[in-house]
Each structure stands twice: as C-alpha cells, then as structure tokens.
C-alpha cells in the first residue's frame, strides 16, 4: 500500500468533497428551493473538475517527496495534510457563499467582508437559519483532517519512494496522473457548458483567474471604442465619462461656483430635503404596484402614487456595497471585482460630495453593520454624520432614530438622508415581539417586507407633519433583490446577474415631482444624476445614468404640454464576469468572456406572471428569439462595454 501512498491520501481528500458537493446540490438552498434545477447536471461536472485539482496536487506532492530526503519526509506529510485541510474548507466556504450570495470565494470577496463578523446580529442569524448545513460542511472538513492524519501515521511514506523507478512504482504514478487530466479537462469534453463552467470550477482556477486579470488591461481594449459609445461616453476624451459644467472646461470652476452659489441664495423652501430610503433586497415583482401589492404595503403605495414611479428598475450588480455604489457614484459595477474594495483609489465624485457642495447636511443611518461589506469608509467620506447602532438593528426601531435626527436636524440646511433598511436582509428575522418567523420563505419575506412598509409610514408621516411637507423629495430604490427559490436554478442558462439580483423599485415623489408610471428599464445608477437634473445644478460630474425626474407643470401653465418622454438608455449591470443588458422590452444575458451569444428574454413591461404569489410567482421573462443579427450586434456591444468599463476602472479614468 506504501507504492499507493499519495493515490489513496487523495482519495480520502476526494471523499470529503464528494460529501461536501452532495450537501450542496442535493439540500435545498436558503431561499427554500433546490440549489439548482437538475443536481444530475451539476454534481458530476462539479466532482470530476475537483478530482482534477486533487489528483494534480497528489502528483505534484508525489514528486516534491522524490527530492526531500530524511526527517523532510515528515515535514512533507504534515504540509500535505494541513493543505488538504485548507482546501476542503475553503472549498465549504465556497459552497456556503454560493448557498447564500450566488457567489465565489475570492480574493475581492474576502477583502470586502474581512469585516463581517462585526454585525454579530446579522451573522448569528444567518449561521443559525444555515446551522446545519454549516456544521455539516465543518465536520466533514474535520473528519477528513482526522481520517489524513491516520493514514499519515500508519504508512511511512520512506516506503513509498525508497525505490522510485522499480517497476512497481509505474501504476500509482499513472493512476494519478490519469485522474489529474482527466479531471482538469473535464469542463472541456464531458458535456462543456459555458454557463457551467463558472459556478463548478473549483476555488484554485477562481483564485488564479482573479490574480491574472489583475495584470490585464495594460492597454485598451480591440473593442474599446465601441464599449465607451455604448455606454454613453466619448471614446475620445481622455476621461470619457467626465462632463464639465457648462461643458467646457477652461469654465468649468467657474460655472460650477456660480451655479452652486445661486443654489444656495434660493430660500430654504426651494432647497428641497432629500430623503433616500436604501431598501436592502426589495424585490421589484413582488413590490410591484401594478398587481395588489398596494393592500400589502399602503406607504410604499403612498410614495408610488404621489411621484415617478420606474417598476422596472435594476441595480448596477449585486450585492449591498454594488448598489450603495450604484446609488451614490452613478457608475456601474466592475465587471470582475468589488468596485469599492478593489478600486479604492478611483477618483470620483458622489451625490453626497455634490450635495456637500450645495450647502446640505448629510446623514447616514444604517441597520447593518456598514463594516460588514466595508461600507464604513465610504459612509465616513460621503457624509457628516453616520450611524449605526446595534438596538437600531430592525426597520421600525430605525425609523423612529430617524426621527429623532429629523427633530434634531440642522434647520438652517437642506437635509440628504440615506436611511438604509435591515429587516428584509435573508433570514427575514423581525423582533421577537413579532412572533416566530413563518416556516414557510414567501411568508418569511412577505412580512418582512409589511414590517419594513410600516417603517416607512412612520417616516413619511413625521415628514408630511412638518414644515417641510411641500420640500421634500423621497427616493426609494433596493440596492439589490434576491432570488426566490426558482430563481436560484435561472444562473445556469442567466449567469449572475439576473432579475433575481438586480430587478428593484425605484420611485421619486413629492417635492413636485410629476405623478407618472414609466415601464421603460432603468438603472439605480440613474439616481444621481436625476438629482442633479431635478435640483437644476450644473456641476462637474461623472454620473452615467439618465436624468429621469421633472418637476410637475400647473395645468394652467403656458407649458402644461404633455411631458416629451425622454429617450432612455439601456441598463448594463455587471457581476463577476457576467452582464444584463436591457432595452425597451428586452433583457440579454451574457458572459464576458464567452463566444456563445446572449440568452434573451423580455422584460417585465406586464405583470403577466403569477401575481397570487407575490414572492414565487416570478422566474424571468419569456425566452424569446430575435434576429440573429441583431443578437450578434448586441452580444458584442455587451462585451466591449464590460471590457471598456473595466479598462476604464482600472486604469482610473474616471474622473480627471
């Protein structure tokens, strides 16, 4: 047994992941459902690919203990056994986060939740709602580790190499070198799967690749030109996103000052607050006010009745620190990485630093930890005052603190405060006062979402009590859904990044806003910009998004004209290599660095799916086939404005 040494260490390694991938595809995912629609399509690829990873790692140790000699014999064992550790649980921890985010372990995601453990609130819950599944995964981890060091002890492995080139030396040798490529070819002959491909690959490939595409972009891309022009920008400014005020910059300051000084010398009426509520995984099907959805939750039927109101609105990406960007910079996610941790040297200007500008106070208050996704700096830089405190940990215990700081607030100052929710963020835990969270996912959510509706009344009835009842604009928009447990299996044919990710509410009401519905996709990204638009401020700026608000005109006046309806752009939103693209009636679906074309489907223009079931009753849109022209052309504009996107982050083009 001494000649199969390091075939049968890593065939105890392959057990322990054999395990690990049954745990996952075969137990439902937290969202209720099973992790993906067939395991039978999933749970081979998935092992053979491992297979791979461990065998080549086996040959590898297989050769390094030729060389050592002695007591380096020993140290050889140890290392093995300790790597073999750390592989089986970051292949866990992998595991868990595609359980819970749809998402890889990396480097970027390590980097942006280094600091996770610091809501202890929200990490309790969420290991106690996965308890078993996470414990599973550890004593597996564990046991391995116990069942390695057993074989370790009992085989010496000066045995094993005493006589390396005997004959009897060849089979072993082979046996692992045959596994090892099979296996780490196996995503290219046993049923290849472009969409596939990146949710099986094991953590070493998803490492390396992020490493390697730190070293790219050096120079722009072969389809540069034609990303920039399909994102809006200038592909010939140096800065092709950056607009000047009075958009010439030999000017610029100085129509800057003069706009922002006239802005201040209007009377604080004409200065309108600006409440901005961040509601954490909103899903846009089940808020949507074109079904019943006004029974269920009256303020946010309030708020969409008294404003604009975009139903078919996305985020930028996923997940919270993506759409905080989205939200506050008026960029789309980096394709690849976490913008904000990634790129923290970016410069750029936030609303928070134009309203700063402007003359407002600016408040933050959160329900979450922001140290959790690495959102504190940010918080810090882009306003006065943030807040988090754990008893303000549910929506309406945070409502009433915003009240408290609207009491306290500097009246002498327009008011921007980000009111970020808590209580619709997965498990959907209430306070215990609520009662015991409903087994059932779709109830879980639903009345966390009725709890979360409740906080808003509570907040918009302290607003319309005060003076500044007819100066006050409230922005709702999610930072990012969540997908229900249908959707959880759309990732295979959708990628990363579809409705179940992006699709939230946006609306825009009082302050004079036009009472209107538009069912055109927007961006949160937009948001931004439109308060820039709406506060009639002509700033530098880098906000990419279309300016979707207008004040509205007194029937009696000269200019009481039907409203032109604004030509929309189309909504990119960009997660770990994969793309939306949405357009009129229709959503595409690609991977950036593919060769297939885009999934179609269209967009949610009707509320045609199953309304009674506000929760499960939406999937995707309806598959549907376009000219194939037309597909080609806007599968390659996806890509080149993902590759021109990221050259442009990378290389800190954004702002001058």
């Given at each position: ?87 089986l649980?970051?292949?866990?921890t ?47 981890v ?34 692992i ?41 050096l120079?722009?891309?072969a ?45 604080l ?46 985020s930028?990406?996923?997940?919270s ?33 134009v ?14 930890d922001p ?16 807040e ?44 215990a ?105 002509d ?18 006046s ?47 223009w009707?509320a ?17 086939t ?9 599968t ?7 590759h ?10 954004l702002?001058?």
């Open positions: 047994m001494s000649r199969f040494y390091w075939f049968f260490f890593a065939l105890i390694v392959v057990v322990a992941r054999v395990v690990q991938l049954c745990a996952l595809y075969l137990c439902n995912a937290p969202t209720g459902g099973p992790f993906v629609a067939d395991w039978n399509r999933f749970l081979w690829h998935t092992m053979f690919a491992d297979i791979g990873i461990i065998m080549a790692s086996a040959f590898c140790l297989q050769a390094v203990s030729l060389v050592v000699k002695g007591r380096g014999l020993r140290i050889v064992k140890i290392v093995s056994v300790v790597l073999a550790g750390v592989y649980f970051a292949c866990g992998d595991d868990e986060i595609m359980r819970w985010m749809n998402q890889r372990l990396s480097f970027s995601f390590i980097g942006t939740y280094m600091g996770a453990v610091s809501d202890t609130g929200l990490v309790a819950s969420i290991f106690k709602e996965g308890a078993f599944h996470f414990l599973f995964s550890f004593f597996t564990v046991a391995a580790i116990v069942g390695l060091a057993i074989f370790s002890r009992g085989n010496r492995l000066e045995r094993a190499v005493a006589r390396p080139f005997h004959k009897s030396f060849v089979a072993p040798v082979v046996a070198l045959v596994f090892a490529i099979l296996g780490c070819t196996s995503h290219m002959w046993f049923n290849p799967s472009h969409r596939r491909w990146p949710r099986i690959k094991p953590i070493p490939y998803v490492l390396v690749e992020e490493v390697l595409h730190a070293f790219e972009s120079e722009p891309p389809d540069y030109r034609e990303g920039i022009l399909a994102l809006g920008g200038n592909p010939d400014a140096e800065y092709p996103f950056w607009h000047w005020a009075g958009g010439d910059s030999a000017n610029a300051d100085a129509v800057e000052k003069a706009s922002l000084d006239a802005f201040k010398a209007r009377p009426d004409e200065r309108p607050d600006i409440i901005l509520f961040n509601i954490e995984s909103l899903r846009g099907w089940t808020s949507d006010m074109r079904t019943r959805s006004c029974m269920r939750f009256p303020n946010l039927c309030k708020l969409v009745l008294s404003g604009t109101y975009y139903p078919n609105a996305h930028v990406g996923y997940p620190i993506e759409g905080f960007l989205g939200i506050m910079v008026g960029v789309p996610s980096h394709p690849r990485a976490t913008f904000l941790y990634n790129y923290p040297n970016t410069r750029m200007r936030s609303i928070g630093d309203l700063q500008a402007a003359g407002y106070n600016r408040q933050v208050l959160c329900g979450a140290k959790f996704d690495n959102e504190l700096v940010w918080q810090q830089k882009w306003f006065d005052y943030n988090f405190k754990p008893e303000n940990d549910n929506d309406v215990a945070l409502a009433r603190r915003f009240v408290e700081m609207y009491r306290e607030r500097d009246k002498g100052k327009p008011l921007f405060f980000h009111w970020m929710s808590r209580s619709m963020h997965i498990p959907f835990d209430l306070p006062d609520m009662g015991e969270r409903p087994a059932d996912a779709e109830a879980a959510y639903l009345r966390a979402e009725a709890y979360m509706d409740s906080a808003l009344g509570i907040i918009v009835n302290e607003v319309e009590r005060g003076p500044r009842a007819n100066s006050t604009l409230f922005i709702l928009v999610g930072d990012h859904s969540y997908p229900n447990s249908a959707q959880t299996a759309e990732s295979e044919r959708l990628g990363k990044i579809h409705e179940g990710e992006t699709w939230v509410s946006l609306i825009f009401a009082g302050a004079g806003a036009e009472r209107t519905m538009d069912l055109r996709p927007v961006s949160q990204g937009s948001i931004a910009s439109s308060v820039v638009d709406f506060l009639g401020l700033v530098s700026n880098h906000f990419m998004g279309a300016k979707l608000i207008s004040k509205a005109v007194p029937p009696d000269a200019d009481s004209s039907a409203v032109l309806l604004r030509e929309l752009p189309g909504v990119y939103s960009f997660r770990q290599g994969e793309i939306a693209y949405r357009i009129d009636s229709l959503a595409f679906f690609a991977g950036m660095d593919d060769t297939e074309p885009a999934a179609v489907r269209t967009a949610s009707k045609d799916w199953d309304v009674s079931r506000p929760v499960e009753g939406f999937v995707s849109g309806r598959s549907v376009v000219d194939e022209k037309l597909l080609a052309e806007t390659a504009k996806m890509r080149a404005a993902a021109a996107w990221e050259f442009v982050v990378t290389k800190n083009k702002m001058p």
